[in-house]
């Protein structure tokens, strides 16, 4: 619908078809690459150098890759949860923080709770 003195914007109906998408982990570090996969895992675009990289890594090697044709056209920015903002408990440096001791009022690991807080 038209409003009075106002112009359509001819790109509106050009949609995300031409939309190019970009690697967010090089944007993170200030470089602008063309993606050219989806980790699902990571819910995170990258190009090729970073999907193969995230294949090495031994945190990342069995997270779920889709190849450029199979990639989402669009991805909401909704992440689950922030891998990178991981934090090791400082008992168990092997071991990441999952559990919280209202009681105590500390952060732990699995093995912190097993064996410092199983009555709590």
Do not use: W
Request: with cysteine.
């Amino acid at each position: 619908m038209e409003v009075p003195g106002k112009k359509r914007d001819p790109d509106l109906d050009k949609g995300s078809t031409d939309a190019t998408v970009y690697c967010q982990p090089c944007g993170e570090g200030g470089k602008r690459a063309v993606a050219q996969g989806f980790c699902q895992t990571c819910e995170e675009y990258m190009c090729a150098p970073c999907v193969e990289y995230h294949k090495r890594l031994k945190m990342s090697r069995n997270h779920i890759l889709l190849s450029k044709d199979k990639m989402p056209s669009f991805y909401p920015s909704t992440k689950k949860s922030a891998i990178a903002d991981t934090d090791y408990c400082n008992n168990h440096p092997k071991e990441m923080i999952k559990f919280y001791c209202p009681t105590h009022g500390n952060l732990g690991c699995g093995d912190c709770v097993v064996l410092d807080h199983r009555s709590c």
